[in-house]
């Protein structure tokens, strides 16, 4: 994104270091747009917690602090929601804005915005106002502002509205990027049946485009802004060693900095509430309040269909043209179609459509929907009930949403509205006229099964397929890897408390890597390859074959099990499937199914030849990789990381790192033979038992602070390597106790 920046603003010094003093020093305090006067208490981490006397006050004093701790990410979230990425970095973006546009999240704000509750609308208006009063009179923006030469231009209700339908992205489109060019081979009807029953992860590769690849980063904004992954768990009293319901959810996002989190507490008369927030979006998407607490994991649903719009009568597509200004250069002009089944996604410069072909995008998020006032009822609610009733209006993304109160009662809900289709597979591009009445009926959260107070007394939720439904839920799923895990782990202890919840957000054991490499070393055994392995070979198969399948990041034996992998896959499937072939399967393919399954059905002497030389290829890999670590990074950098020469002013941590594609503590990677960086996955987490209002922990991979050089831009790293957490209380005499910087807020 940030490839066409300006060299000598690059080049402008960073803002001088700042402690928490000397930031907090900046927040204004005084003629404040508030109808009384408010308290605000910050910790040592610049996490704060709100104290207000209305409702009004609490939200624009929400808006101030988004504003002081983000503004620089939101506004950038702002530009990208918008199409507007040209005019912070030039002319190299211009075809992604131009996908961006096409898109248009803002497709439904209007009519979003004229449907808004009062007290909704009241609460968004006051946080506008928070923001746009802190941005107009702060002297010292940040530093975004002027590398990117931004405006201090006014926040508006669209706006928020734009950038929470940007932040519900349909991971579903990831798919479809991946595979849209391969449509043209013979063996597409085959490939896509495949993909359909097979469908595992629709993100292997979110994160990991370096540069120069629109698509690659158009995949990796929606992949890693939106709420794509997640774990989350509930459990009962009879299993916990107090006797008192927990909580505990880790968001998978994407690596980046600032983390796409904030931390704060608030409380008013209709909220008390703590958690974290997503940057310009006033309400908590994962904490609890007194009574309840909440967490959740991205459905997966099918939110969205492709429409074969060539079909469509004639003068059914509209036609506007767009300006796309341009930083540093002559502004461009865009032709965006329309139609009444969603836009036409196939004029995407990014998607190099085939000849002819007119493709509509359907998508729940372009119709009006409610989510800003589901999640305020959501924070506000009590008890089950009025959780489930607060969901009524929610529709985008689709969320597992997990439940625990402090009266000991857990549960789950599906959080969706989606369309009543028909039973079975679906094609991958649909017939407006055929398929289309489906979307006329769309089923609410009443519609999809629930889970409350479950005979196991857990409840765990990992983007896993749901149970079977008349009505199908989604197509693509994440695989089994991560539940299996964390049920096992969950059965295996009657009396779980804080530490072991801690163990389980922190587990790097793959079950989908140990059933792969048990289907190779069955394998070598049953083909009698050991003996015919170079030295160096065997010692490899050794590795693995005396591995437990922890991804530690001190451990050799990952090296060898993914090196052998990657070059197994290499070997065995690109004769039968072609390169595209390949990463469509890596891409969306079940591993821990469909490769021990294909070891087993397929000729001894392709397997044999494939995994002979995958483990003679891994012989240099491990040479090269002492530990998994050494090979497995994790870098935080801001998105100006990315730019050539001076990128690495703007990279902030970079260390070897635990984890895998289907861990708990997930690092998202491709499989590869090389060193690489994660670039997606559990970069937050919460635990909260329910016995106790304090007793809530929190920690982000990166910290509170979006503002360069702040000592609390990176300080909760170490915490996140380490497994510590942020302690958060609901009580207020323990929040002014604990968090000792206090200030008071004046109106005008």
């Not at 974290?276 to 998407?285: E, K, Q």
């Not at 689709?398 to 439940?403: K, L, S």
């Not at 009443?446 to 397929?465: H, V």
């Not at 998202?668 to 960086?677: A, E, G, L, W």
């Amino acid at each position: 994104m940030a490839a066409a920046v300006n060299g000598r603003s690059l080049l402008a010094p960073l803002p001088a270091k700042s402690d928490v003093a000397a930031r907090l020093s900046a927040f204004p305090c005084e003629n404040l747009p508030l109808e009384g006067e408010v308290d605000i208490h910050w910790n040592e981490q610049q996490v704060p917690f709100v104290f207000a006397e209305s409702d009004g006050d609490a939200a624009v004093t929400l808006g101030l602090i988004h504003a002081h701790l983000r503004l620089g990410q939101m506004e950038l979230m702002r530009h990208i929601s918008q199409g507007r990425i040209s005019e912070l970095a030039g002319p190299f973006t211009t075809e992604l804005d131009h996908a961006l546009r096409i898109l248009n999240f803002g497709r439904a704000t209007a009519g979003i915005e004229a449907a808004l509750p009062a007290d909704t609308r009241l609460w968004l208006e006051r946080f506008i106002t928070g923001i746009n009063h802190y941005q107009s009179t702060v002297s010292d923006l940040p530093h975004e502002y002027r590398l990117f030469g931004l405006e201090r231009k006014p926040w508006s209700l669209a706006d928020i509205v734009t950038v929470g339908r940007l932040a519900a992205s349909d991971v579903s489109w990831l798919i479809w990027f991946q595979l849209w060019q391969l449509r043209v081979r013979d063996d597409w009807p085959e490939l896509w049946r495949g993909l359909l029953r097979e469908g595992g992860n629709a993100l292997t590769d979110a994160g990991d485009h370096e540069s120069g690849d629109e698509l690659g980063l158009l995949s990796d904004l929606l992949g890693g802004m939106s709420r794509s992954g997640s774990n989350s768990i509930a459990v009962a009293p009879a299993r916990t060693k107090n006797g008192h319901a927990w909580i505990a959810s880790d968001p998978h996002l994407g690596f980046m900095l600032p983390n796409l989190w904030l931390l704060a507490g608030v409380k008013s008369p209709s909220y008390h509430m703590v958690g974290m927030m997503i940057p310009g979006l006033p309400f908590v998407a994962v904490g609890r309040n007194q009574d309840i607490a909440w967490g959740g994991t991205n459905l997966r649903a099918a939110s969205s269909d492709l429409f074969d719009a060539s079909k469509l009568p004639p003068g059914k597509i509209t036609q506007r043209e767009e300006k796309i200004g341009v930083r540093w250069w002559f502004d461009k002009r865009v032709v965006v179609r329309d139609s009444a089944q969603g836009p036409i996604i196939s004029d995407s410069p990014l998607l190099q459509s085939l000849d002819h072909e007119t493709i509509a995008l359907r998508w729940a998020g372009h119709g009006v929907s409610d989510e800003f006032s589901a999640m305020l009822r959501a924070n506000r609610a009590r008890n089950w009930d009025e959780f489930i009733t607060a969901f009524e209006t929610f529709s985008i993304s689709a969320q597992n949403m997990v439940y625990a109160d402090k009266a000991g009662n857990i549960g789950k809900l599906m959080a969706a509205q989606l369309p009543a289709r028909k039973p079975g597979f679906p094609p991958f591009l649909h017939d407006p006229g055929d398929d289309a009445a489906a979307w006329d009926q769309m089923i609410g959260v009443r519609g999809w099964p629930m889970s409350y107070n479950p005979e196991a007394g857990y409840i765990a939720s990992a983007n896993n397929r749901p149970p079977p439904t008349e009505i199908p839920v989604g197509y693509f799923f994440s695989p089994g890897s991560r539940i299996t895990r964390m049920t096992a782990l969950l059965e295996a202890n009657q009396d779980i408390t804080f530490e072991d919840l801690h163990a389980l957000q922190t587990d790097v054991l793959e079950p989908t890597a140990i059933a792969i490499n048990q289907a190779f070393i069955e394998a070598v055994e049953r083909h009698g390859l050991e003996d015919r392995l170079s030295p160096a070979a065997r010692a490899v198969f050794q590795m693995i074959a005396g591995w437990d399948g922890n991804y530690h990041a001190e451990a050799p034996e990952p090296v060898a099990f993914e090196a052998a992998f990657f070059n197994f896959l290499r070997r065995f499937y690109t004769p039968r499937m072609g390169e595209e072939g390949l990463h469509a399967f890596t891409s969306a393919a079940d591993f821990a199914r469909t490769v021990p399954r294909d070891i087993k059905e397929s000729d001894g002497a392709i397997v044999s030849q494939a995994l002979a030389g995958a483990l003679e290829d891994a012989v240099s890999v491990v040479n090269k990789f002492s530990t998994w670590g050494d090979m497995h990074r994790l870098r935080l950098r801001h998105p100006l990381g990315v730019v050539p020469v001076v990128g690495g002013r703007f990279t902030a941590a970079n260390f070897p790192s635990g984890g895998s594609r289907q861990t708990v503590m997930k690092t998202n990677h491709v499989p590869t033979d090389k060193k690489h960086f994660a670039g997606y996955g559990s970069q937050a987490r919460h635990i909260s038992d329910m016995s106790d209002p304090d007793e809530n922990y929190f920690v982000l991979l990166g910290g509170q602070d979006g503002w360069l050089n702040s000592t609390t831009f990176v300080d909760q790293v170490e915490q996140w390597r380490a497994g510590e957490y942020v302690k958060i209380p609901l009580r207020p005499e323990s929040v002014r106790k604990s968090f000792t910087r206090s200030m008071k807020l004046k109106p005008n």
